[in-house]
């Protein structure tokens, strides 16, 4: 069975990345440093800019913990017209309701930010929208078992593990290039159960998330292109059958810069996020989107096909 869901949205972009959090490591300035983040989705109309602080150097607390930079301006120019935004909820910034244009494969885009006698700017284009053709599950006849750890306390090298067992399931899924799809077209690929495991220990082993160059998922040019992920469904024992389940899969079609960017945020090291914004932290770039939500049915056969209708 597939739902279908209204994931060609700006919320849907945001729920594949993190919020940005980063820190001003060159001066400690009383407010702190300015982040600004905006996702441009193709067939949508402008999303909206989010304008944040970071903590000063010297500020008690989490120095991650930022805050809304409102009062502040912002406008948008697309393919040299100007959209002056308007400040919604504090630090959101969004085009007027009355502009209802929706933005264009290969349109231009350039953001321009003032703020408390700052002023930023980022720029981008609308790469062409993405479409999930098809989807694969493959799921073993029996679990296997999984050391599950549940806390590393390193001042001790003490381990609490547990052990139980997954379902490893293999899921494929395919697209099809657009022939306006560049060299700096990047995807990123999220395979999300309802019933998520929680062990990053296990995910680490598995492949629930990647992100790679679109020109390397495909055989040939413009040829169906595919990608393969691992997610794990957790059951208690050796002879539990695999439990039934809704899966998500959901694809980003951007730039190499929110490649670097949705990299970061799901290999985090503690390094602060790249940036494409001039005179800000953040990242401001076009995106298309496209998500499926399909039941993986344990009575179906081990590989189960989904089509998806237009």
Same mark, same amino acid.
């Given at each position: 069975?597939?739902? =279908?869901?209204?994931?060609?949205? +700006? ?6 990345? *993190?919020?940005? *959090? ?11 440093? #300015? ?18 602080? &970071? ?18 301006? *912002? ?38 930010? /003032? ?6 700017? !980022? ?10 053709? $098809?989807?694969?599950? *493959? !799921? ?13 306390? #390193? ?16 899921? &494929?899924?395919?697209?099809? @290039? ?9 995807? @990123?690929?999220? +395979? ?5 495991? $929680? ?6 082993? +598995? ?5 790679? !160059? ?22 208690? =024992?050796?002879?539990?059958? #695999?439990?039934?389940?809704? #899966?998500?899969?959901?694809?980003? /079609? ?16 503690? /390094? ?22 399909? %039941? ?6 081990? %590989?189960? &096909?989904?089509?998806?209708? =237009?």
């Amino acid at each position: 069975m597939i739902r =279908r869901r209204s994931y060609l949205r +700006l919320v849907a972009a945001a729920a594949l990345v *993190v919020g940005i *959090v980063s820190c001003d490591s060159v001066r400690p300035e009383e407010t702190g440093s #300015l982040a600004v983040e905006a996702y441009m989705n193709t067939g949508l109309r402008p999303g909206p800019v989010i304008l944040r602080t &970071t903590q000063p150097l010297d500020a008690e607390g989490d120095l991650f913990d930022g805050s809304s930079a409102t009062g502040g301006g *912002v406008d948008l120019v697309i393919n040299g017209v100007t959209v002056e935004y308007e400040e919604g909820s504090p630090g959101h910034y969004s085009p007027p309701d009355e502009y209802t244009d929706a933005l264009e494969t290969g349109d231009l885009f350039d953001v321009h930010v /003032r703020w408390d006698g700052r002023t930023a700017r !980022a720029s981008g284009i609308l790469p062409p929208p993405i479409r999930i053709d $098809s989807i694969s599950v *493959v !799921a073993p006849g029996e679990p296997v078992e999984a050391i599950l750890i549940d806390s590393l306390r #390193l001042d001790s090298l003490g381990v609490d593990a547990t052990t139980g067992y997954i379902y490893p399931i293999e899921t &494929t899924a395919w697209w099809t @290039q657009d022939p306006a799809s560049g060299p700096d077209s990047w995807i @990123q690929a999220q +395979l999300r159960p309802r019933s998520q495991f $929680s062990s990053v220990v296990v995910d680490f082993f +598995l492949l629930p998330e990647q992100v790679f !160059a679109e020109d390397d998922a495909g055989s040939g040019e413009f040829a169906p292109m595919s990608w393969t992920g691992l997610y794990a469904i957790p059951v208690d =024992r050796a002879d539990q059958s #695999l439990p039934s389940h809704e #899966l998500r899969i959901a694809v980003v /079609r951007s730039s190499k810069v929110y490649a670097d960017y949705a990299t970061t945020q799901f290999n985090s090291d503690g /390094r602060e996020p790249p940036s494409n914004v001039e005179g800000a932290l953040g990242i401001v770039v076009g995106l298309s989107v496209d998500s499926v939500v399909v %039941q993986v049915d344990p009575l179906a056969a081990k %590989q189960q &096909t989904f089509a998806i209708n =237009r």
